[in-house]
């Protein structure tokens, strides 16, 4: 299973043989949702990521991985709304928009990032903006944005649509080492 996962990075982010490439089997993803209602909370720290030297990036993040604090928010999110069985991941995947490798200077920098963002089987051209820093191991790699449900043709039933935003506060946070 791990080599299937590896292989399809492997091709989201393109012809990779010669570039260095930094990866993270455990990065953290939470979104938050917020309303007068209730607050709910979901992370996930099975998070995959890939970063060639050349700027090229691909995040997968199993669907079922999310962990939330009633276990009743969590079987309603996997089975109504993210139908995790038929869509158990979400990527992105995509380029670092004037990517540098002088950017190993140890200085945190703002970037924005390009691509493809699919949730429950529907893709999104987005730019997200997002902090990367070299700390001498690992480039760190900070974001914070938003996603709308309706974006990614997640319905939300009537009875409980008062207690959903309708846009979520999704934050990442990845260290990829070379691999």
């Known amino acids: 299973m791990r080599i299937l996962i590896i ?22 993803v939470r979104f938050f949702s917020t309303t007068p209602v209730e ?13 060639t030297a050349e700027g090229q990036f691909a995040f997968r993040v199993p669907i079922l991985g999310f962990r939330f604090e009633k276990a009743l928010m969590e079987e309603h999110f996997n089975e109504n709304y993210m139908e995790s069985t038929t869509y158990p991941n979400g990527t992105f995947e995509g380029k ?71 846009s979520l506060e999704v934050t990442v946070n990845a260290a990829l080492a070379p691999r």
Not at 39 to 51: C, G, H, R, Y
Not at 114 to 137: M, S
């Open 96 to 166: 670092v928009a004037n990517w540098s490798n002088d950017w190993n200077d140890g200085n945190a920098h703002e970037v924005v990032a390009a691509g493809a963002l699919t949730i429950h089987g529907v893709t999104v051209q987005r730019e997200i903006p997002a902090t990367i820093k070299w700390n001498g191991k690992a480039w760190e790699i900070e974001s914070t944005f938003n996603v709308s449900p309706t974006d990614h043709a997640i319905e939300i039933p009537k009875m409980v649509r008062n207690k959903i935003a309708e």
């Open 39 to 51: 607050d709910i909370e979901a992370v996930n720290e099975q998070t995959t990521a890939m970063l």
């Open 7 to 28: 292989t399809f990075i492997l091709a989201l982010v393109g012809d990779v043989a010669t570039a260095q490439q930094f990866m993270t089997r455990e990065g953290r």
